[in-house]
C-alpha cells in the first residue's frame, strides 16, 4: 500500500481514478467528484474543458512530482498552488489538507486530442492542434 497522499488519491478529487492499478473510484463510491459536481450544473460539458487548482501542502506537491496533474486528472490544465483554499472550494472529509477548484479552461479545443489548450490556433503549421499533438503528428506522418 503506497503513502498517504498519494497522486492516486489526489485525483479522486477531481474525477473517477484512471491511474493504472487502481480500480476504485468516487464514482463506484457514490460520490460526485468537483468536475463531475461541474458537469450536472451544466458549466463544464467534459472534463476536458476544465482548468483545475489543486491547493495543497508541501507533503501533496513532493507526492506529485514527476507527474503531469492535468494528466492525471484528466483536464485540459492543472495547476498546484500551497496557498490557503479560497472559501467555496470542493474538498471531501476524508481527503483531508486537499481542496479544489475548478473553471473553465482558457483556449481553443485540439481537434486530435481535445484538451482546451491556449495554444490551439496558434500553430501555423497545424492551427487546429495543441503543441503537443503537431509534434506527434510531424513525427508520425511526416
Ligand atoms: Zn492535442
Redesign the pocket.
Known amino acids: 500500500m503506497a503513502t498517504h497522499p498519494t497522486a492516486a488519491c489526489i485525483c479522486r478529487c477531481f474525477q473517477p481514478c484512471r491511474t493504472p492499478g487502481s480500480r476504485r473510484s468516487w464514482r463506484s463510491a457514490g460520490r460526485p467528484s468537483a468536475i463531475e459536481l461541474e458537469r450536472a450544473a451544466k458549466r463544464l460539458g467534459s472534463s476536458l474543458q476544465a482548468s483545475v487548482t489543486l491547493y495543497a501542502d508541501t507533503a501533496v506537491e513532493q507526492a506529485l512530482a514527476g507527474h503531469d496533474l492535468a494528466e492525471i486528472c484528466i483536464v485540459s490544465a492543472a495547476q498546484l498552488s500551497l496557498a490557503a483554499a479560497p472559501d467555496g472550494a470542493f474538498a471531501m472529509a476524508d481527503v483531508p489538507g486537499i481542496a479544489v477548484t475548478v473553471e473553465l479552461a482558457s483556449g481553443e479545443k485540439?481537434q486530435?486530442?481535445?484538451?482546451v489548450?491556449p495554444e490551439?490556433t496558434t500553430i501555423a503549421a497545424h492551427p487546429d492542434?495543441?503543441g503537443?499533438?503537431a509534434d506527434a503528428v510531424d513525427h508520425h506522418h511526416a
Request: proline content about 0%; overall charge positive.
Open positions: 485540439c486530435r486530442c481535445w484538451r489548450l490551439v492542434l495543441c503537443r499533438c
